[in-house]
């Protein structure tokens, strides 16, 4: 049997802002792959969170920022 050990932690990239045209501005991001979490705060005693895993995290988030015409914006 093969192990593999896989060590990470968090690093904080900054907040979300929401600009005047309505869309996100996300914080500058490296162009590498990663693990990225989003807390969304809601009315319920605790956030939604989100976790995802990318190749790239700056086109991650620009897709979050310009929506296709398949998702919702």
Do not use: N
């Not at 904080?12 to 500058?28: I, K, N, Q, S």
């Amino acid at each position: 049997m093969t192990r593999l050990a896989v060590d990470f932690a968090w690093r904080e990239l900054g907040d979300l802002a929401l600009e005047a045209a309505g869309r996100l501005r996300f914080p500058e991001v490296p162009r590498e792959p990663g693990l990225y979490e989003f807390w969304v705060a809601t009315e319920a005693e605790r956030p939604g969170v989100y976790v995802g895993e990318v190749d790239d995290l700056r086109a991650r988030f620009q897709g979050c920022r310009t929506p296709g015409s398949g998702q919702a914006g």
